[in-house]
């Protein structure tokens, strides 16, 4: 009684906990099916019209379509650069190391107004501002941070004698890479990965200093459109959003298989 008293009393603080942290994804799910025609819980009635109507705004399926464009070709820059990033500054020793780690890292303390006013004054001074690349090495610049610090993270622990064991072998060093060091770091890499494509695919602040009336993504018409309607197609998104997500880390550990590492 004496240990069981503890347990269950943790037991329902994580219980509680977990309740806390899904009550949005809760509220939002069964609001999405309201007949309603503005936002209440509980839903009134079932109906699939407010996914219809999002199907049917092309402003706001053009601009989904462009955020996954968007966070696939930023995740794909992100994790090569930060993976080869992260190798040189767990690895290697040269002058400027230090500086080069706190800049790298920066995007992740500075407010994103800051980045967004500093993005729109370099962009204007080119014929990059109001397209796609503009946005592409905006959110590579945020998004690289959680690639280096995770695939880092990884490197910290890495047994090197494996990779010395493998040259000594007659392994030359892609070999050694390819069939020695990425398998380890992988977890890593994926990791950072998925965060990358997770934080471009959500980023507004930024973006909205980026964006213009023929180039938008989907939380900057998100952001416009809950200011001047309030009809359940934002929980509508909002559920479809959730659908994605939650399929891109089922197909990862299908195919990847994170509970191997």
Do not use: C
């Amino acid at each position: 009684m004496r240990w069981r008293l503890p347990f269950t009393g943790m037991l329902i603080f994580q219980g509680l906990v977990y309740l806390y942290l899904l009550a949005p994804i809760l509220i939002v799910i069964p609001v999405s099916f309201s007949e309603a025609a503005y936002l209440v819980f509980p839903p009134r009635g079932f109906s699939l019209r407010w996914y219809a109507n999002f199907f049917s705004l092309r402003e706001l399926t053009d601009a989904l379509g462009l955020s996954a464009r968007l966070a696939v070709t930023v995740t794909v820059a992100s994790t090569t650069i930060g993976t080869m990033a992260s190798f040189a500054l767990v690895r290697y020793r040269f002058a400027g190391k230090d500086v080069l780690r706190t800049l790298f890292m920066s995007p992740m303390v500075l407010p994103g107004v800051v980045l967004g006013i500093g993005f729109l004054i370099f962009f204007s001074r080119t014929r990059l501002i109001y397209t796609f690349w503009s946005l592409f090495f905006a959110h590579l610049v945020v998004t690289l941070p959680y690639v280096i610090r995770t695939v880092s993270a990884t490197l910290q622990g890495f047994p090197r004698v494996l990779e010395e064991a493998a040259a000594s072998l007659g392994a030359s060093p892609i070999a050694v890479f390819r069939s020695v060091t990425l398998p380890l770091v992988k977890p890593g890499v994926m990791a950072g990965a998925i965060f990358a494509f997770i934080v471009s695919f959500d980023e507004l602040v930024i973006s909205i200093f980026l964006t213009g009336p023929r180039l938008s993504t989907l939380p900057v018409q998100i952001y416009n459109y809950i200011e001047f309607t309030s009809d359940p197609t934002i929980a509508a998104i909002s559920v479809i959003l959730i659908l994605l997500t939650t399929g891109a880390v089922a197909l990862l550990e299908r195919f990847v298989g994170f509970g191997r590492f």
